[in-house]
């Protein structure tokens, strides 16, 4: 199905974002690092349509800051479960933290890497270790989902500076 049945459309700094048909409603996302820069700015523009998305899982090792939140209003904060995880652990250990979180997601945006200190990650002689550090996080995380019984309709991944990869 080509663009001409679902157009993108332009939000602000956003460019080529998906056209949802308005019946869509009552959806629910996971968002991989929701505390990061990307993460947060997903969860902010999904919060942005009301009643499309029940709950927005915001899957980090650590909560939002306070000032993250207090740019949400107190019915968008309503809309988002926190769920701690770790994803440098395995995949059975990432699948019980979605489980013991209840999460039931529609489509995931996974956000999340580690950032390695020793190389920038827009060095481009740093590729292989950054895929190195960041591949075996993403293929865990998918392998957990299926364990988890979450069956999204879509995953939706950025790429970029964090290098998961050509061959994913």
Not at 13 to 24: A, C, G, H, Q
Not at 37 to 50: C, D, E, Q, R
Not at 149 to 168: A, D, E, S, V
Request: charged letters at 20%; one cysteine or more.
């Amino acid at each position: 199905m080509g663009s001409e049945y679902q157009p993108l459309r332009c939000s602000g700094i956003y460019r080529n974002l998906p056209t949802f048909d308005v019946d869509m409603r009552g959806l629910n996302a996971l968002v991989v690092g929701a505390t990061g820069i990307s993460g947060f700015n997903t969860v902010g523009s999904l919060l942005a349509t009301p009643g499309r998305w029940s709950m927005i899982y915001a899957v980090s090792r650590s909560l939002f800051r306070e000032e993250m939140l207090s740019l949400l209003s107190p019915e968008q904060q309503s809309r988002i479960r926190h769920v701690s995880v770790d994803l440098t652990g395995s995949a059975k250990d990432i699948a019980s933290s979605l489980q013991k979180g209840d999460v039931h997601a529609d489509y995931v945006f996974p956000y999340g890497y580690i950032h390695r200190k020793d190389v920038s990650a827009m060095d481009p002689r740093a590729e292989g270790q950054m895929i190195e550090t960041n591949v075996p996080l993403f293929m865990n995380f998918l392998e957990a989902l299926p364990a988890a019984n979450i069956t999204p309709k879509r995953i939706l991944l950025q790429t970029g500076g964090n290098n998961y990869g050509g061959y994913i």
